[in-house]
C-alpha cells in the first residue's frame, strides 16, 4: 500500500488503514506527531534578534575584507 492509497482509505474510514499508518515512517510522523502553536509575537521577535545580529556582524566583515586587501597589496 502506498501513501495515496492510504488517504483514499482515510477519507472512506476504512479499518484496514490502521496497518498502514503503523508500517509506513511517513505517515507514523504525519499522525502521531505532536502539533503546537507558536505564540503571538515570536516570528517578528525572532526576525528583530536576526536584525539585530546581522547589523552587529556588518562592521568586522570590512574590517576583515580590508586588512585583507592590505595584506594583498603589501605582498605585493
Known amino acids: 500500500m502506498n501513501c495515496e492509497t492510504a488517504r483514499q482509505m482515510m477519507e472512506n474510514h476504512d479499518p484496514g488503514l490502521a496497518d498502514h499508518l503503523r508500517s509506513c515512517p511517513s505517515c507514523i510522523v504525519g499522525t502521531h506527531a505532536p502539533y503546537y ?8 521577535k525572532i526576525r528583530a534578534r536576526l536584525r539585530k545580529e546581522t547589523s552587529a556582524r ?3 566583515r570590512w574590517m ?6 592590505l595584506l594583498a597589496v603589501s605582498l605585493t
Open 64 to 69: 576583515a575584507i580590508a586588512a585583507s586587501v
Open 37 to 44: 502553536e507558536a505564540p503571538a509575537g515570536l516570528e517578528e
Open 58 to 60: 556588518l562592521p568586522w
